[in-house]
């Protein structure tokens, strides 16, 4: 399932920033079975009053969320137009842990694990008014928000 788990999303990219529309989720499928876990999708979705059932979606809130409904893009990378590589994440967070957070994805802050965890900087993309962080190395987003990279 996705999971909105920010908004007010800005990428930080070589030149400046990139902000997304303040209403636009940015979105990510820990379990990989609704979109790549791969990747995080900044797009725009409905909210709706009914709520959800799900244990990490009410972890990462602290509270029973609701559900949403987004038009998934295509998973395929060649129809989507590249960027360039993130830098830095800015955006806000609901809930019980809610406020503004920033990510850096700079090269050896992997909480002093890099030199155990390599990894490389999210690439961004865009296609139509949507964006893409695409983690070549895999990402954790969990309920502490990203763990990794």
Known sequence: MLIAKGYEV???????????????????????????????????????RRTVSDDEASRYFGY????????LPSRNLRSWNRIGE?????YRR?????????????????GGLYWLFPGTKP??????????LHFTDGVILNWRGFVWP
């Open 10 to 48: 800005a990428c930080r990219i070589d030149g400046g920033i990139l902000r997304a529309p303040q209403s636009y989720g940015m979105m990510h499928d820990s379990s990989g079975k609704d979109f790549p876990k791969d990747m995080v999708l900044v797009a725009p979705f409905q909210r709706e």
């Open 64 to 71: 029973t969320p609701r559900a949403g409904v987004v038009r």
């Open 86 to 90: 993130v830098s830095a994440i800015d």
């Open 94 to 110: 609901p809930g019980t842990e809610g406020g503004d957070y920033r990510h850096e994805f700079a090269a050896g802050d992997a």
């Open 123 to 132: 690439m961004l993309f865009h296609q139509r008014r949507m964006l893409l």
